[in-house]
């Protein structure tokens, strides 16, 4: 499906595709953030929850606005963020756990609501994450948004669990997670083929 806004074409894509050919790949995209995007383009993944859509579409086209003006990229992240709180400020807070998945040693793996995350606690929250990383996850948790595709969610587990289990050794955030989304990448590529 795909429709125009003003200069810009929205696509919603087939977002575990992409994740796997690219992780990073989340909730959206335009070309300032995945250079595979096509200008004047947004990509909204297709999992996403209906409800949340128009806050995926309106912080995108928003953050390609600012980019046309020459701000940077921190500048845009945070802008893009503080629109998004405001937005989501108007949904009605419900809770965030949703079923407990599994014990794995003494992490407690849960299937959280995603668009409550991003509500109450922070914007930017896509598919997974641990205490090591945000301060509002316990650290004997780690959560997976229950939205996700269940492929996605398997990919998105591995990664949570190897990630902490590398920050636990003492490794700093961003070297696990990019030793983390390399084995990701690798273990979605051998699935697909």
Request: proline share 5%.
């Amino acid at each position: 499906m795909e429709f125009n806004l003003g200069k810009f074409k929205v696509k919603i894509v087939d977002g575990k595709s992409l994740r796997d050919r690219n992780p990073d790949f989340t909730n959206y995209g335009h070309h300032q953030l995945f250079s595979e995007i096509p200008e004047n383009e947004v990509w909204i993944d297709s999992s996403s929850k209906p409800e949340e859509l128009s806050f995926f579409i309106l912080r995108a086209l928003y953050e390609c606005m600012l980019y046309d003006r020459g701000l940077a990229k921190d500048e845009v992240s945070s802008a893009g963020k503080a629109l998004d709180k405001n937005l989501r400020n108007k949904i009605p807070t419900e809770p965030i756990h949703v079923r407990k998945l599994l014990d794995f040693g003494d992490l407690h793996v849960w299937a959280v609501q995603g668009d409550q995350v991003r509500k109450q606690h922070d914007p930017n929250f896509i598919m997974g994450g641990h205490g090591y990383v945000y301060d509002y996850v316990p650290k004997d948790e780690v959560w997976i948004e229950d939205a996700l595709p269940p492929r996605d969610k398997t990919f998105t587990l591995l990664h949570e669990l190897y990630e902490i289990g590398l920050m636990r050794e003492g490794r700093p955030y961003n070297s696990a997670h990019e030793e983390t989304t390399y084995i990701e990448k690798k273990l979605r590529n051998l699935v697909s083929n």
